[in-house]
C-alpha cells in the first residue's frame, strides 16, 4: 500500500514541512508581540495548511490507486460544493445524478490509462447527454442556463481536476528525476506556491488593479511579482522534480503562475455573480474546496498538456 518515494521528492516534501514549521513559529510570535491584533484567521490558514500538506503527502505516499480514489473524491467534493452554491431547477434533480456519476466514470479512464476516452467523456458525450436527460424531463424555462451551468462546473470541478490524477499515472519513465509523484507534487506545489506569492506581493507593492471589478485585490505588482518568484522557483526545481531542461522550466513556470492567476480570477467571477466572499468553510481559514483549488482548474489541465506535448507520442 505504500510507496517509496524517490530522493527528490522527499526532500522535496521535507522543505515544504521546513517552511510550514517556520510559518507556525513568526505566527506565534507575532500574536506574543502583538496580543492587540488578531491573527485568528492567520492562525487557521496555517493549521490547515498543515492538515492540506498532510494529505497531500499521504496521497503521495499511498498506492497508486487509492490516490486516485482521493483525486476522484475531490471532484466529487468539488461539484458538490459548486452545486449548493449554483441555483438549479427543481426538475433536473434526476439530471444532477447523471453529473455525479460521470465522476468514477472519467477516473475510470485515469484508472485503464484510456487517454482517447479522457479526453473526451465529459466534453463530449457528457456535453450530448445531459441536454438530453433535460429534455426528457419536460422542462424548457431555464433550460439553456441550467445546462450551460452543469457543464461548466463539470468541466471545472472533474475534467480539470481528473488531469491530476491522469498525470500520475503518467510511465515514470517520462520523468527519471523521480517518476509520476515529481511531476504531481511540482505542479500542485508551484501552483500553491504562487498564490502565496502573488498575495504576498501583491500586499506588499500592490498599487495598480488587474481587474477591479472582479478581484480588487489582484494587483499588476503581485501578478509579475508572484510570476517571477513562482518561474524562478520552477527552474530551480526541474533539474530534480521533472525531465524539463532550462528553456522548458521557464515556460512551466510561467504556465503555472499566469494559468494559476486566471484560474484564480475565473472562480472569483463567479462568487463575485452569486455575491459571496467563500464557496465554503470546510477549510478554516481558506473557506471552501472551489477556494482551494481554483487555481488547479487552469494549472492542471495546462501543465499536464504541456508534458504529455513535449514527452509523449
Not at 500592490?206 to 481587474?211: C, E
Not at 494559468?259 to 465554503?280: M, N, Q
Request: glycine share 8%; hydrophobic share 55%.
Amino acid at each position: 500500500m505504500i510507496t517509496e518515494l524517490s530522493d527528490h521528492v522527499f526532500w522535496t516534501l521535507v522543505a515544504i514541512y521546513g517552511l510550514l514549521v517556520m510559518a507556525s513559529i513568526i505566527v506565534g510570535v507575532m500574536s506574543k508581540i502583538r496580543p492587540e491584533t488578531d491573527f485568528s484567521e492567520l492562525v487557521a490558514r496555517v493549521k490547515t495548511w498543515w492538515v492540506m500538506v498532510a494529505v497531500f503527502t499521504l496521497v503521495m505516499v499511498v498506492n497508486r490507486n487509492v490516490s486516485l480514489v482521493f483525486f476522484a473524491f475531490l471532484s466529487f467534493l468539488a461539484l458538490k460544493e459548486y452545486l449548493s452554491l449554483i441555483p438549479t431547477r427543481r426538475a433536473d434533480r434526476r439530471v444532477l445524478f447523471w453529473a455525479y456519476l460521470s465522476i468514477p466514470v472519467q477516473y475510470f479512464w485515469v484508472f485503464d490509462q484510456y487517454y482517447g476516452m479522457f479526453i473526451i467523456f465529459v466534453p463530449v458525450y457528457i456535453f450530448l447527454l445531459l441536454p438530453l436527460r433535460m429534455i426528457l424531463v419536460g422542462e424548457t424555462r431555464g433550460f439553456l442556463k441550467a445546462v450551460g451551468t452543469l457543464h461548466w462546473g463539470l468541466m471545472v470541478t472533474v475534467f480539470s481536476i481528473s488531469h491530476l490524477a491522469f498525470l500520475l499515472v503518467l510511465p515514470d519513465a517520462v520523468n527519471p528525476n523521480g517518476g509520476a509523484a515529481a511531476l504531481v507534487l511540482f505542479l500542485v506545489g508551484l501552483t500553491q506556491f504562487n498564490d502565496v506569492a502573488q498575495y504576498c506581493w501583491g500586499k506588499a507593492f500592490g498599487r495598480h488593479q488587474v481587474v477591479p471589478t472582479v478581484s480588487p485585490n489582484k494587483t499588476v505588482e503581485g501578478l509579475l511579482g508572484g510570476m517571477i518568484t513562482t518561474t524562478v522557483l520552477a527552474v530551480v526545481l526541474a533539474p530534480r522534480l521533472t525531465p524539463f531542461g532550462h528553456r522548458e522550466a521557464l515556460m512551466a513556470g510561467i504556465i503555472l503562475s499566469l494559468g494559476g492567476f486566471v484560474g484564480d480570477i475565473v472562480i472569483s467571477a463567479v462568487k463575485r455573480d452569486l455575491d459571496i466572499k467563500d464557496s465554503g468553510d470546510l477549510l478554516p481559514g481558506h473557506g471552501g474546496i472551489l477556494d482551494r483549488i481554483d487555481s488547479l482548474t487552469y494549472t492542471a489541465p495546462l501543465f499536464f498538456h504541456f508534458v504529455r506535448y513535449l514527452y509523449l507520442p
